[in-house]
């Protein structure tokens, strides 16, 4: 009895952490959103979405990192449960959940004030990066890039599955994420690969969510 009474429960529970991670990108952006169009000074063409957690309410956007991070990581955990065969299995997880840690790092080690952001910042690049600010920088880059090889790692799988449009569309979301910045360019870039990003931990969710519910 206690053995097959574990299994209802085991399976609430991984719905619980896929739902979570189905909330993780709409959360995330949502809240960037929100500041993006209420902070005074914030300039999308000029500021990342990370300098948002620079100043008075920097807070709301240190949260918001976390929790994502949070989010993703309990998606790791969903897929280690529900993948038990085929290519990636034990790979896909880990990548995941080290995209997931280096969004609670880019939370906690936050930019450097610049441009003109918090209003009152010298308008211009700081002279010295603080160590926070590589700190952060450098968690950015190997949370995004884990994920674009994730991405690859789902694609190769539906490719051995003959599923071509589902191969593509994860080929597609890896070489986005694996572009160079654009110095340019960079706080839209930025925004863009948060975008497939957080699309693509919602969608893999979703699909696992209902992978189980017609189990």
């Known amino acids: 009895m206690a053995t097959i009474s574990t299994v ?22 949502a809240s960037a959103v929100t500041q993006m169009l209420t902070r005074e000074g914030y300039d999308i063409t000029r500021h990342p979405i ?10 709301i956007q ?19 449960r529900a993948l038990t065969e085929g290519t990636g299995r034990r790979v896909l997880p880990i990548f995941v959940g080290i995209f997931g840690a280096g969004l609670v790092a880019a939370g906690v080690f936050t930019m450097d004030p610049e441009y003109g952001f918090p209003v009152g910042t010298p308008d211009g690049p700081v002279d010295e990066m603080s160590w926070h600010s590589i700190a ?13 090889i994730a991405a690859i790692v789902l694609a190769i799988r539906h490719i051995r599955r ?22 340019s360019h960079m706080s839209i870039q930025i925004a863009v690969n948060g975008l497939v990003a957080f699309t ?9 969510r209902r992978s189980s519910w017609s189990a």
């Not at 399976?11 to 979570?20: G, V």
């Not at 240190?62 to 280690?80: D, E, K, N, P, S």
């Not at 952060?136 to 674009?148: W, Y």
């Open 8 to 29: 209802p429960t085991r399976r609430r529970s991984s719905e619980r952490l896929l739902l979570a991670g189905t909330l993780a990108g709409p959360v995330f952006f």
């Open 50 to 59: 990370s300098q948002l957690a620079t100043g008075p309410l920097g807070w």
């Open 62 to 80: 240190i949260t918001t990192f976390v929790l994502a991070g949070l989010g993703a990581i309990a998606l790791a955990v969903g897929l280690r």
């Open 136 to 148: 952060h920088s450098a968690a950015a880059a190997a949370a995004f890039t884990a994920l674009a």
């Open 162 to 183: 003959r599923a071509a449009l589902l191969a593509v569309l994860n080929g597609l979301a890896a070489l986005i994420l694996l572009m160079p910045m654009s110095p």
């Open 200 to 208: 693509w931990t919602t969608v893999v969710a979703l699909s696992l």
